[in-house]
């Protein structure tokens, strides 16, 4: 076990530089963090480290609170110059969210505090833009053509803030940014979704479901970059593509499914089993419960959505089944499942198999 005082006689020795030392030294917290107490076959996830952190998020919220409805009583009873002091309000929101990061994301690096000012820093930046850029009128008469600038350029700021912090949920932000740009450019020029539904549905009107399924491919694409570059989930990639991978499941597994349970055929339900056991094959070869869970949700919403009672029912029933299968053997069946590949995965770039090794 090497510790700080082995890399300081090492950089003293000349054996390694201080910006060798420096990244071992990181990447070895990197590493304790991740994978302290897990299982070898696990997926690291960290929320919080203590419940420190959930005490300053409690203090971020309330103060969030406390500032927007300081800003909402000078926006409503400011008289003339609302918008004015709405971009004023959240370019100030933006100044004091930036030190607060600096303070709690660069010097103590907390995990908690960190989402939750990436979520405060894209929601600052989203009011602040379309208070400045869009048009409320026209947006109230559904009109939605001055949205794509502010929504484009809140997203842009987010990836400025990932890439100043490296907040792993930023990124996941950035494509629901990117989605609903896309969704509204496509609105403008095909008009607007009948419903919420027509953004899945590929046989519906306008090219919402291509866009949605688009999205989700390049997002799990992502994903999978950050996963292959860390196949061992000891670096903050991992926590990167895991919150892609969040983000890419529902829409992908959204588009197809329920592009095939319109179909109401026989058919259909065995080609939608067979596009979930896929699913469930490629989330084990990935070793990403993440993937899964999120797909496997949309499932349970979906079952209790457009089944009866009784068909709802057993959906549920055997979807949880199959999970409780999966989590308790889930190594196996994934050692077994790389053993079929081997010949076709690039299994140096997949998280290693303990029943491989």
């Known amino acids: 076990?090497?510790?700080?005082?082995?890399?300081?006689a090492a950089v003293a020795a000349g054996i390694v530089s201080e910006a060798q030392a420096a990244s071992l030294?990181?990447?070895?917290?990197?590493?304790?963090?991740?994978?302290?107490?897990?299982?070898?076959?696990?997926?690291?996830?960290?929320?919080?480290?203590?419940?420190?952190?959930?005490?300053?998020?409690?203090?971020?919220?309330?103060?969030?609170?406390?500032?927007?409805?300081?800003?909402?009583?000078?926006?409503?009873?400011?008289?003339?110059?609302?918008?004015?002091?709405?971009?004023?309000?959240?370019a100030v929101g933006a100044g004091i969210l930036w030190f607060l990061a600096e303070y709690?994301?660069?010097?103590?690096?907390?995990?908690?505090?960190?989402?939750?000012?990436?979520?405060?820093?894209?929601?600052?930046?989203?009011?602040?833009?379309?208070a400045a850029l869009s048009h409320p009128f026209m947006v109230a008469q559904e009109d939605f053509s001055s949205l794509p600038l502010p929504l484009g350029l809140s997203t842009l700021a987010v990836l400025l803030f990932w890439a100043r912090f490296r907040v792993p949920i930023a990124l996941a932000l950035v494509a629901l940014g990117a989605f609903a740009v896309a969704i509204v450019l496509a609105a403008e020029s095909s008009g607007s979704p009948n419903n919420f539904e027509d953004?899945?549905?590929?046989?519906?009107?306008?090219?919402?479901?291509?866009?949605?399924?688009?999205?989700?491919?390049?997002?799990?694409?992502a994903a999978m970059a950050f996963d292959m570059s860390d196949p061992h989930r000891v670096t903050r990639r991992a926590a990167q593509g895991f919150w892609l991978h969040v983000v890419?499941?529902?829409?992908?597994?959204?588009?197809?499914?329920?592009?095939?349970?319109?179909?109401?055929?026989?058919?259909?339900?065995?080609?939608?089993?067979a596009f979930l056991a896929v699913i469930a094959v490629i989330a084990i070869i990935i070793d990403r419960?993440?993937?899964?869970?999120?797909?496997?949700?949309?499932?349970?919403?979906?079952s209790a959505t457009l089944f009866d009672g009784s068909g709802a029912a057993y959906v549920i029933l055997i979807l949880?089944?199959?999970?409780?299968?999966?989590?308790a053997y889930w190594?196996?069946?994934?050692?077994?499942?790389?053993?079929?590949?081997?010949?076709?995965l690039p299994l140096s770039k997949l998280p290693p198999s303990q029943r491989l090794s």
């Open 248 to 273: 890419a499941a529902p829409a992908l597994v959204n588009t197809i499914a329920l592009t095939l349970l319109q179909q109401d055929s026989g058919l259909s339900n065995l080609l939608l089993a």
């Open 289 to 302: 419960r993440s993937f899964l869970i999120a797909a496997v949700g949309y499932c349970v919403a979906l």
């Open 199 to 221: 953004l899945f549905l590929l046989s519906a009107g306008g090219p919402f479901a291509l866009i949605t399924l688009g999205i989700g491919t390049a997002v799990f694409v």
């Open 331 to 344: 190594d196996r069946i994934r050692a077994r499942i790389l053993t079929l590949f081997s010949g076709v």
């Open 104 to 130: 709690f994301i660069r010097n103590r690096r907390m995990v908690a505090p960190a989402i939750t000012l990436t979520i405060f820093w894209g929601i600052n930046a989203a009011v602040g833009l379309t």
């Open 1 to 8: 076990m090497i510790e700080q005082n082995d890399l300081r």
């Open 25 to 90: 030294s990181q990447l070895a917290h990197a590493r304790t963090g991740a994978r302290s107490d897990l299982d070898p076959h696990d997926e690291p996830f960290e929320l919080f480290k203590g419940f420190n952190e959930i005490f300053i998020v409690v203090g971020l919220i309330i103060l969030a609170v406390g500032w927007s409805a300081l800003n909402s009583v000078f926006v409503v009873f400011g008289g003339s110059g609302t918008i004015q002091r709405a971009v004023l309000s959240s």
């Open 320 to 327: 949880g089944v199959v999970l409780l299968l999966l989590g």
